[in-house]
Every structure is written in C-alpha cells, then in structure tokens.
C-alpha cells in the first residue's frame, strides 16, 4: 500500500523535478515544449512566475508534480491551468491521480472557478481518460496542430472541467 | 482613399503603439490582459521575444499593430498567434482588413502552417466576423471563461485557420 502525500514544491526538489521532466520533455511527445530545453529554462518554466507548485511523494520520494496558475490575465483570471509530471517509477502508484484530485481541491482554494487544458496532444490517450472521468469536456479540437516526433501532424485538444461543480 | 501601409514596428514607435493599447487594454472587454497593466508592461507583451511585430500606416500616421509569434513550443511551433489592435481613428478606413491580410501572407513566409487564436471573447462579434470571413473556423468554445466587465461571465472561443489552403 502506497501513501501519496502532496506538499508544496521546495529549492531542494529540483533535481528530482529535473529528473521527471527531462525524459517528458526530450520526447516531446505530449508537451509542446522545445525538447532541447535547457534545464534551467526547464525549471524556470515549471515554477515560474505565479505559478503554485506541488510535488507528490510516495515513502519519501518525490515521484511527482504538477502546478496550478492562472490561465489568462485580466477578465480570464479566474480559470486556472495546470501541468502534470510524473517519474516512470510511479506508473500504477495513484500518484497522477492524487495530484488531479489535489489540484482540483486546491484551484477553488486560490479562488479559481474551472481549470482548462489548453493543449492535450490527441495521442495521449490515457491522461484524456484520466480527465474526462474526473469530469473534463473536451471543448475545442485544434487540427493538426501538434507535430509528434512518430506520428506526424496530430490533433490537439482543449479541455475544460468548471469547479463550481461535482464532475 | 486611404492606402494601408504596413512595416515593421521600430523603436520610435512605442508612444503610437501604447496610445492603441491604452484604451483596448483599460477597457478590458476583449483582451484578457490585467486592466491595469501599466505601460512598460504592455509593450513589452506586445513586442517580446520571438515577436513580429508590424504597425499600419495611413498617411504616415500609425493606425494599427499586429505581432505574430509561435503559440506553442515545440511539437505545436508550426502554428501561430496573432495579436491585432487599431486606433479608434481606424474605423471603416481598412486598417483591421489590411493587417489581417498581411499577418495570412507574413505567417507562411516565416514557416508556420496555421494561425489560431486562443481567447476571443464571444462578445466580441466584430472580430469573429472579420476572422471568420477570412477563413477561420470556431474549434473551441470555453464556457464562461472570460468575466467582461458589464456583461458578467461570457464564453470565449478559440478559433483556427490552415495557411496552406485557400480561405
């Protein structure tokens, strides 16, 4: 049995934050992020400006994270976005869907009243799952617009869960 | 008659470029920029990094602005955003029309292969006309995600267009 407990990003994290998002992002696969990315930029990107930082851990070991921040400025501020990493070693663990249930507690905490996904690359298929059955619609479909490194032009989408809500 | 002369945005251009931004920006009923943003602020937003930035001349007075820029890194840098504002003095003299045109002929040349925009306020009719009749395709609509500030919460849409094809 596994415990995931979440806690806020701290300084002494980001080399286990770099060793999640350095294989995420090389592949370039599902985040639309240069993936030559330096590691500073990297982490500068991750916990940059405004944006609420956490990390899961599993018996001391961070094997997660994910940020909440504002998706628009001025009239669109109350609708927040998030990104989400995690280390392979927590595939099966319950640590993705800690961090989604975390976050979708937390975001109404920061005063935020849906939570959007700009960019979801169509091919990922199992975070699509895991959002729309923690109440995501996807709203907007952008044609062609990912260009994965195997498949070619891809579809990406736009997924939106209001939080005033149950999903 | 007016000819619409449109050239890269320079330096000096800055007290033209604000005095269209001011009021747009002030308002807060299309852009979801923070109304106060002060001046520094917004030009750098406009004019950032990795930012085509162009002005519309007519008469040698600076009507308009547009920039485009990649709107994701990455597996999603083909696809392009743009951002256009006009002087109230632009009004019915083919400002808009001109700079669309120009961003739909500049995109291609700087290698992107579609153009989106990812927050029109659906209040906004005018533009979505404009874009629209220029080719553009509704793919997303966000709901209530943009809080206008007489008309309360309101949808905003994300809309897209191929360049490698006619309108």
């Known amino acids: ?12 994290d980001d080399s286990a934050l770099w060793a999640m998002l350095e294989p995420v992002f090389r592949a370039g696969d599902t985040y639309a992020i240069d993936p030559d990315i330096p590691r500073e930029e990297a982490l500068a990107y ?14 001391g070991e961070v094997l997660g994270s994910y940020y909440i921040v504002r998706n628009q400025a001025g009239g669109g501020s109350h609708v927040c976005n998030c ?4 280390s392979p070693a927590a595939r099966g663990r319950g640590v993705a869907r800690a961090m989604l ?6 975001a109404p905490q920061l005063g935020f009243r849906a939570m959007q996904f700009n960019f979801v690359v169509a091919s990922n298929t199992r975070a699509i799952d895991i959002w729309q059955r923690a109440g995501f619609d996807v709203v907007g479909r952008l044609p062609g617009a990912f260009r994965h490194p195997e498949q070619g032009f891809v579809d990406a989408l736009v997924m939106y869960r209001r939080l005033d809500q149950a999903p």
Chains 1, 2 share one sequence.
């Open 101 to 106: 249930a975390h976050s979708l507690k937390t």
């Open 83 to 86: 990104g989400f990493v995690t």
């Open 46 to 59: 991750w916990c940059g400006p405004g944006r609420h930082v956490f990390v899961a851990e599993v018996a």
């Open 1 to 12: 049995m596994n415990t995931v407990t979440l806690r806020p990003f701290a300084v002494g």
